[in-house]
Nanobody, 115 residues
Framework: QVQLVESGGGLVQAGGSLRLSCAASGSIFSINAMDWYRQTPGKQREWVARITSGGITTYADSVKGRFTISRDNARNTLYLQMNSLKPEDTAVYYC?????????WGQGTQVTVSS
């Protein structure tokens, strides 16, 4: 059974930083990519960032230059370093692992940025 557990969310003032973690457990094979998404009430889940199995990173325009996605293969952990946070970054953040045959989601962690 694959499980993804996010942590690191919280309340921060605008301009501050947070680092989200997504710890994976269980047997996961043929990972193609790992993503971060976010969602606010009443809106569709929004893609934030991706890191491929080859280490290539891409970002949504709204976070480019402020967020950094990375991974630690030895710890089976995905990270999202978020700097220069804005109130509009407030959302529940989810990690996702995409394999050749499946996709797995975490339960989400709340990030709230106060102005």
């Amino acid at each position: 059974q694959v499980q993804l557990v996010e942590s690191g969310g919280g309340l921060v003032q605008a301009g501050g930083s947070l680092r989200l973690s997504c710890a994976a457990s269980g047997s996961i094979f043929s990972i193609n990519a790992m993503d971060w998404y976010r969602q606010t009430p009443g809106k569709q889940r929004e893609w934030v960032a991706r890191i491929t199995s080859g280490g290539i990173t891409t970002y949504a325009d709204s976070v480019k230059g402020r967020f950094t996605i990375s991974r630690d293969n030895a710890r089976n952990t995905l990270y999202l370093q978020m700097n220069s946070l804005k109130p509009e970054d407030t959302a529940v953040y989810y990690c996702k692992i995409l394999t050749t045959y499946n996709q797995y989601w975490g339960q989400g962690t709340q990030v709230t940025v106060s102005s």
